[in-house]
């Protein structure tokens, strides 16, 4: 084994890479077998962490604009005091104009004024309104968080439980398929995994069966069987492109064509007899 283990992976025989590639191809099964023991939960998982991080980038979204209106506020009722504090010089101002000129450009400064005054309160209504609609806001999404945060633990446990039952089985397998692969031709190796990335089943190589692909169930022709069972070339299904081999190379024994037992016909003429 351990010269074998040395050996170029070009080198081999078609036998031994095809034998090695089903193989593998049966390490890789049951690690998707172990995956799919976990079913749903990894994506709800994910699900749920990706719900929760949006929801809390909308808070401090929402915790950053309500500051920014605050400050907003801030501003406004200093503009209102400066401004009163305006109006207040200006109306003291009138009692020693000399013309009507300066009577009334103090009186339209005071009536700026008066509408500035009014607009920033309106401003400042607008804005206490919005602070309170985001705080509300920001309480539903905080429940909405708890809510997630609650499901998640519980699905994060069920996960765990899962993947600590079958972590060793994986990791042994992994183990064992990442040695497997050093021992195949880097080409056919990347051509198998290209299949299994493109198949539903994530089967890669098939072995024949009833005169057909495993993997697609179309019919092989016998001259191209002949040639499978030859085990001279790697030879693929013409219709779903997945390496095929024979079954005595997968170590499954079929049942010979013939072998099967038929059902057996009941014979009218006898059974009319009898009721007769």
Do not use: H, W
């Not at 031994?16 to 077998?33: A, G, T, V």
């Not at 995956?35 to 949006?54: A, M, N, T, Y």
């Amino acid at each position: 084994m351990a010269r074998e283990s040395r050996k170029d992976p070009q080198d081999f025989s078609v036998e031994d890479k095809l034998k090695n590639l089903y193989q593998l191809q049966s390490m890789l099964s049951e690690i998707d077998r172990i995956k799919i023991l976990r079913g749903e939960l990894p994506l709800e998982v994910q699900d749920l962490e990706d719900e929760i991080e949006g929801l809390t980038t909308r808070i401090e979204k929402m915790q950053a604009d309500i500051a920014g209106l605050k400050e907003e506020m801030t501003r406004r009722r200093i503009s209102i005091q400066d401004n009163n504090a305006n109006i207040e010089r200006y109306t003291q101002q009138m009692d020693n104009v000399r013309n009507n000129r300066e009577y009334e450009n103090l009186t339209k400064e005071i009536e700026y004024l008066q509408l500035d005054d009014q607009l920033n309160e309106k401003k400042i209504r607008e804005a206490a309104d919005q602070i309170e609609r985001k705080q509300e806001e920001i309480r539903r999404c905080s429940d909405t968080v708890t809510e997630r945060r609650t499901d998640l633990d519980i699905k994060k446990s069920e996960l765990d439980e899962i993947i600590s039952e079958t972590r060793a089985e994986e990791e042994k397998l992994r183990e064992r398929s990442k040695n497997l692969e050093a021992t195949i031709d880097p080409r056919l190796l990347s051509a198998f995994k290209r299949i299994r990335r493109n198949s539903r089943n994530g089967l890669g190589v098939v072995y024949v069966q009833r005169d057909a692909c495993g993997g697609c169930f179309n019919k092989i022709p016998p001259q191209r069987q002949l040639d499978i069972r030859m085990r001279k070339k790697i030879i693929v299904c013409e219709y779903c492109g997945r390496i095929m081999i024979d079954p005595e190379l997968a170590g499954v024994q079929l049942t010979p064509k013939g072998a099967e037992e038929k059902p057996k016909r009941r014979r009218r003429k006898t059974a009319e007899k009898k009721e007769d």
